[in-house]
């Protein structure tokens, strides 16, 4: 008997409340229960609160596309052959026929001509690769100029981060795979910033293609490291990203209802359930649409890869614009020295590629360093009142829009019609001039702003109706804020920017400062100092103009 009611303890007290005999999913749901906890769990985490706001899709942007990338490489893996042995075409694209080409461009021609769908899943994998990385660099850019990566989620900032850069990887290795003329370009300028690196360079170009290049191991080499060891990885890092998303409280913007302790928003189940499944099958649908009426990547187009050959136009994926329009506009420097050259044109562009990826990915520590808050932050910011971080976060894309530029400067040639010297001089100097003006007008936009909010607050809204008084005098009628309106411009803190102190104290002794402290405090008063925001209203200045008769 005692055994028969600790059975009916779990689900079964549905069942039993009800004067009837448990069903078998609750009987199986209380097998599971009692194995793996799964009541509690479900009762802690199923009416989780998310807050609704459209930036925040961004992210599932990227979860699903990553889903589609999954989905569609599996069904591409079955028919692939990452072999480089030359074989003689013979099949249904005549054009080719009787072509020399590695068993990996012919495989590739055969998904896309006789596979049952196979030029559709081709396409629809290309582009889920491409808004994959550009939902990445959206999503941690809205991470980015919100204060979202503040403790505790920079950790979480490093997982998207190192999925971004493994991202742009697995492009590189999956784009390289058909072995077709623009990817065995590619693969050659690769190449060639590996034997830029002084004394190894030589020596990992060996270990990469095994011999001379273009050799016939990398495409065996490449096809494990994009099919299984990269996406493994990233499959391990979005799972994590999204445990601590999941644990931690979801950030939200500021409103009336919310704090650092409170979230409002929506159930997790059944509401947001509902809706990020039908957001799936709508990126999945756009993806599939995009992949059936825009042609991307037509190898046919290109002919297999001859090292002696390179198309014309040759562009790799956006995502690597980057770091090509990085070597276009370098001066072609080198140095030969003890006999040997050093060409710092490739090695220095190669080398500052990482460089800036690495700054963005540690940022959230500099920030936390020079502030000194140590506080959680669940309340994200508002681009405008974080002025220096807002102006850097454009700097950097518009560097990466002018050395994208740089990276097509034969395109842009081609197609305007202008001189590709011209080009890549104009390249040459934006690098260093647009990314200083982008963050001077940025900031001086988020002052302008800051200033308006702070306009409204103290004389309300400007409804564009115009009042004549008494004395003949032409007003503007100002219709005053709503409370939640009034909290919205007013919630953010504005902390004073961390200073050393004074230099000699109480009893004359000079104080011992260190460089660091000297280096935070500088980079406190650039970044969070008076000059950066202009100060909110405050009580009694509001009192002080809403008492009278100053809103007409």
């Not at 074989?87 to 495989?107: C, F, K, Q, W």
């Not at 896309?112 to 899943?121: A, Y």
Request: neutral net charge.
């Amino acid at each position: 008997m005692d055994g028969a009611r600790s059975v009916n303890g779990g689900a079964g007290r549905a069942g039993t409340a009800r004067g009837e005999a448990p069903g078998k999913g609750e009987k199986v749901a209380d097998w599971a229960d009692g194995r793996l906890g799964l009541y509690a769990l479900a009762k802690a985490n199923m009416r989780k609160v998310f807050p609704d706001h459209w930036s925040f899709m961004l992210g599932e942007v990227c979860l699903y596309s990553f889903l589609v990338l999954i989905l569609t490489g599996i069904y591409l893996t079955l028919f692939f052959e990452p072999s480089g042995v030359e074989v003689v075409y013979n099949g249904s694209y005549e054009p080719l026929n009787g072509v020399i080409m590695t068993r990996a461009y012919e495989s590739t021609l055969d998904i896309s001509f006789d596979v049952r769908g196979g030029l559709l899943i081709r396409q629809i994998h290309h582009w889920a690769a491409l808004v994959f990385v550009t939902g990445m660099l959206v999503h941690m850019m809205r991470v980015f100029f919100t204060g979202a990566f503040r403790k505790p989620r920079e950790l979480n900032w490093m997982f998207g981060w190192t999925l971004l850069f493994l991202g742009i990887l697995t492009g590189l290795t999956g784009y390289s795979l058909p072995d077709d003329l623009l990817s065995g370009t590619g693969v050659r300028f690769a190449q060639g910033a590996i034997l830029s690196v002084p004394i190894v360079g030589t020596y990992l170009s060996f270990f990469l293609f095994g011999g001379e290049f273009p050799g016939h191991d990398i495409i065996p080499r490449f096809f494990p490291i994009h099919v299984l060891l990269l996406p493994g990885i990233m499959l391990g890092l979005v799972v994590a990203h999204l445990i601590l998303v999941f644990y931690h409280k979801h950030t939200q913007y500021p409103g009336p209802g919310r704090n650092e302790k409170s979230v409002v928003g929506m159930p997790f189940l059944p509401v947001y359930m509902a809706k990020a499944g039908g957001f799936f099958f709508l990126v999945f649908g756009v993806l599939t649409i995009m992949g059936g009426v825009a042609s991307v990547n037509p190898v046919w187009a290109f002919g297999p890869y001859r090292p002696d050959l390179v198309t014309t136009g040759a562009q790799p994926d956006w995502y690597l614009g980057f770091s090509e329009g990085l070597i276009r506009v370098m001066p072609g420097w080198e140095i030969n020295a003890w006999g040997h050259t050093l060409q710092l044109g490739v090695f220095i562009p190669f080398s500052l590629f990482p460089l800036i990826l690495l700054a963005i990915g540690l940022y959230p520590f500099i920030e936390a360093w020079v502030t000194g808050d140590r506080r959680e932050h669940h309340i994200l910011d508002r681009p405008r009142n974080v002025p220096v971080r807002t102006g850097l976060g454009v700097a950097w894309l518009s560097l990466y829009a002018v050395l994208l530029i740089g990276g097509g400067n034969d395109i842009v040639a081609t197609h305007l019609h202008l001189s590709i010297n011209a080009i890549t001089w104009f390249v040459r100097v934006s690098v260093f001039v647009v990314p200083v003006l982008a963050y001077v007008v940025t900031q001086r936009v988020c002052l302008g702003l800051q200033r308006r909010d702070r306009a409204k607050v103290l004389h309300g809204r400007e409804t564009g109706t115009i009042k004549r008084l008494p004395h003949g005098e032409y007003v503007e009628i100002h219709e005053p804020l709503s409370q939640g309106q009034l909290f919205t411009l007013t919630q953010h803190e504005q902390e004073p920017a961390y200073e050393i102190g004074p230099l000699v104290d109480a009893g004359g002794v000079r104080r011992q400062v260190k460089v660091s402290q000297r280096v935070r405090a500088r980079l406190a008063r650039a970044m969070f100092g008076a000059e950066t925001r202009i100060d909110k209203p405050t009580v009694e200045e509001y009192r002080e103009v809403t008492s009278g008769d100053h809103h007409h």
